[in-house]
C-alpha cells in the first residue's frame, strides 16, 4: 500500500478528521475528535489504527480534540427540604430538550438522590485512566453522583478534604461533548458550596426555596454567599407553590405564596417561576420518571427557557470560562 492508498483508506473512515503523514516504514496520523463523546473517540481512533496499518510499517495514531465551552449551573437552597434535587433533575433534563449537551453531577455528597430521580439507582461508573465516566439515563443527560459510587443506605462521614476531594473527581470527569453541567449542591453554605466557588467556578447560581418566611430567610443566605464571591444569581425558583386539591380542584396554599418572588425582588435578582405542590411531580419523581421528560411539560421549560436566554445572552462573567 503506497502512501496515496494509505490516505484513502483512512480518508474513508475518519473523513476530513484525519491527516495522514508517510515516512517510509512509519504512518502517522493526527485525527480531530473534537465533539465526539469518550465512546465514539475510542471507536475512531480503533477504526482509523486498523485502516492504517499495512505489513512491515508502524502505524501511530494521535487524537486531538478542541476543550468544548462548557458552563457551570450551580442548584443551590440555603436549607433542606425544599425538592432542591427534583429542580436539579428537571432543570437539567427541559435544558436538554431545548438544544443544551447536559450533564448532571449530583455533589449533594451526604444525601445524594439524583440516581432514583433519573431513573439509574444501582448503577456504578466505570473509569478510564482514573478519570469517571458519567452514567448515561434513559432521559440523555448523563449523571455523576456520590450515591454510585457508595452503597445503598450506607452512611457518608467525611470532613471537609474528603468532600471537596469527591467533588472534584465528580467536576473533572469525562464529560465529553456536554455544553452545560448542572451541580445540584447539599443544602446550606458549607464546605461544597465554598469549593465549589473557589475551585469549580459556576457561571451562576439558580437558587430554589418554598413560600414560607423560614425557607426564605435561608435562602437570602446562599443568594448572599454567591453575590460575596461574585459568582451572578440566574434566578430564584419557587418550589412547592400552590396545592391543587385533586378532589375538588380547589387550590390552597399550605405554605404561602409570592414569598420567593417577593424575595428575589428584594435582592434585585430575577425570579424564574414557581413548581406546583403536585403529588404527581412528586410520584414520578420517586418513579425515576422526571415530569420534565414529558413533552408536554408547562412546568420546568420555562423555567429551562429562561436559564438558556440568560446563558446565551447574559453578560460575560468569571463562570464563562471553559471548563
Not at 469517571?132 to 457518608?156: D, E, R, W, Y
Not at 459568582?231 to 405564596?257: Q, T
Request: with cysteine.
Amino acid at each position: 500500500m503506497d502512501e496515496q492508498d494509505v490516505k484513502n483508506a483512512v480518508a474513508a473512515v475518519a473523513g476530513a478528521r484525519a491527516t495522514v503523514k508517510v515516512d517510509g516504514a512509519r504512518i502517522g496520523v493526527v485525527v480531530d475528535a473534537t465533539g465526539l463523546d469518550a465512546k465514539a473517540r475510542d471507536a475512531l481512533e480503533a477504526a482509523v489504527t486498523m485502516a492504517a496499518s499495512a505489513p512491515g510499517r508502524e502505524v501511530r495514531v494521535v487524537v486531538t480534540a478542541e476543550r468544548p465551552r462548557r458552563r457551570t449551573i450551580a442548584v443551590a437552597s440555603g436549607k433542606g427540604g425544599v425538592g432542591k434535587s427534583t429542580v436539579s433533575a428537571n432543570l437539567a433534563i427541559a435544558l436538554s430538550h431545548i438544544g443544551r449537551r447536559v450533564g448532571l453531577v449530583d455533589a449533594d455528597i451526604y444525601g445524594p438522590s439524583q440516581p432514583r430521580l433519573l431513573g439509574v439507582e444501582g448503577t456504578r461508573p466505570e473509569a478510564k485512566d482514573k478519570v469517571l465516566l458519567p452514567v448515561q439515563t434513559p432521559f440523555g443527560v448523563p449523571l455523576l453522583s456520590m450515591g454510585q459510587l457508595v452503597a445503598p443506605g450506607k452512611a457518608i462521614a467525611w470532613r471537609g478534604p474528603m468532600t471537596a476531594g469527591a467533588l472534584g473527581q465528580l467536576m473533572d470527569a469525562e464529560w465529553g461533548v456536554a455544553d452545560t453541567l448542572v451541580v445540584d449542591l447539599p443544602p446550606g453554605t458549607g464546605d461544597v458550596q465554598l469549593t465549589m466557588i473557589q475551585k469549580h467556578r459556576p457561571a451562576g447560581a439558580v437558587i430554589v426555596c418554598t413560600p414560607q418566611d423560614l425557607a426564605l430567610i435561608d435562602a437570602t443566605r446562599a443568594i448572599d454567599l454567591f453575590e460575596q464571591a461574585g459568582v451572578p444569581i440566574i434566578g430564584v425558583i419557587e418550589n412547592m407553590a400552590g396545592y391543587a386539591c385533586p378532589h375538588c380542584g380547589e387550590v390552597s396554599d399550605p405554605f404561602g405564596c409570592g414569598g420567593a418572588e417577593a424575595a428575589a425582588k428584594a435582592r434585585g435578582v430575577p425570579f424564574l417561576g414557581r413548581v406546583p405542590l403536585d403529588i404527581a411531580i412528586r410520584r414520578a419523581s420517586d418513579a425515576g420518571d422526571p415530569p420534565a421528560a414529558d413533552p408536554a411539560d408547562r412546568t420546568f421549560r420555562p423555567i429551562a427557557e429562561q436559564v438558556v436566554r440568560w446563558l446565551e445572552g447574559g453578560a460575560e462573567t468569571p463562570g464563562g470560562v471553559e471548563r
